[in-house]
Each structure stands twice: as structure tokens, then as C-alpha cells.
């Protein structure tokens, strides 16, 4: 059986198709309009150029429900970045494991000890994305939400004479 992923195909009716387009443009419309690409001062940013990465991605991937009060977290999800891509550096210089020497003289092969703190980089980052709403699960329920809110929906007079044609059942 297909089954389609509300959000993700296109209309076939083109009067209601371009009625949603409308509607979905005037709503970012009336969203307030942050410069995100500006470096936000006062944040104690580790890497400006993985934050301007950061703003170029989210410009390509059209998240413009991101406002001002957003930049903090955009700043912390930067900072992950830059630790997790520094963890990842140390990993490929020093590899998947270490020897240890232990107390009698023995050595023992251990995982690299940046390995735990790159998993929890992870876990911290999948996070913050989610959080902002980011992440792909996130970004796939903010368009079926969007899509699929009945407020959204405008009816004109027919439509409403009809529905109360259906509803008070035809004779």
C-alpha cells in the first residue's frame, strides 16, 4: 500500500494548492524576521565559522521559525559542534583504542577514552536539535502539524453551505 507523508507531495488540485502556498507564505510573513547570520555578542561562541555553517544549513533547509530569542541555542548547538568535530580529531589521531599499562607491568587494550565523550557530544546535540525542532523526526511532525491543522483551513460561503448540507443530512 503507498502512503503518502502529508507535507511531502504535491497537490493535485491547483486552486488548493495555491491557496496553502499563500497561506504558508503569509504565516512566515508574520513570523518575526531575525537576522540569524549575524554573530550573536555576549554568547561565548568557540567557533564563529561552525556558527555561520550552522546559519548556512538552516537557510538551506528553510527553517524560518528560528527567532532572536533562538540564538542562544544556535550558539550552544555550534559549541557541540566544534567539540564534537575536535573529539573526532582526537579519535583519528590516536585511534579506537590505547594501551594501558596496569600496576604489575601488564598492558591492556582499552577503548579510546574520547569515544564516551563523543557519544555524549552526540546524545547532547540530538538534543539541543530537537529541541529547536531540527532534528528530521521534529521537522517531519512540524509539517504534518502545519499541513494538517484544521485552523488553517479558510472555507468561503459554498463551502460552508455544503458542509451544512452534509452535516443537516440530505432529503
Given amino acids: 500500500m503507498n502512503k503518502k507523508i502529508m507535507g511531502t507531495h504535491n497537490d493535485s488540485n ?3 494548492a495555491k491557496k496553502k502556498q499563500e497561506q504558508a507564505e503569509e504565516f512566515k510573513k508574520n513570523l518575526p524576521q531575525t537576522d540569524l547570520s549575524e554573530v550573536p555578542k555576549g554568547f561565548f561562541l568557540q567557533n564563529e565559522i561552525m556558527y555561520k555553517i550552522l546559519i548556512k544549513e538552516l537557510e538551506n533547509i528553510g527553517a524560518t521559525h528560528l527567532i532572536g530569542i533562538d540564538k542562544f541555542s544556535l550558539v550552544s548547538i555550534a559549541n ?33 577514552p ?6 555524549t557530544l552526540i546524545n547532547t546535540l540530538n538534543n539541543q536539535l530537537r529541541s529547536l525542532q531540527l532534528d528530521p523526526t521534529s521537522r517531519r511532525e512540524l509539517i504534518e502539524t502545519v499541513s494538517n491543522d484544521i485552523s488553517n ?16 443530512g440530505a432529503e
Fill in 114 to 119: 574520547m569515544l564516551q565523550q563523543r557519544n
Fill in 14 to 16: 491547483i486552486t488548493r
Fill in 80 to 112: 557541540t559542534f566544534n567539540l564534537l568535530n575536535e573529539a573526532e580529531k582526537i579519535i583519528a589521531r590516536t585511534g579506537m583504542t590505547q594501551e594501558l599499562v596496569t600496576r604489575e607491568g601488564a598492558v591492556k587494550v582499552i577503548p579510546n
Fill in 153 to 168: 483551513i479558510k472555507f468561503d460561503d459554498d463551502d460552508e453551505s455544503i458542509i451544512k448540507l452534509l452535516l443537516e
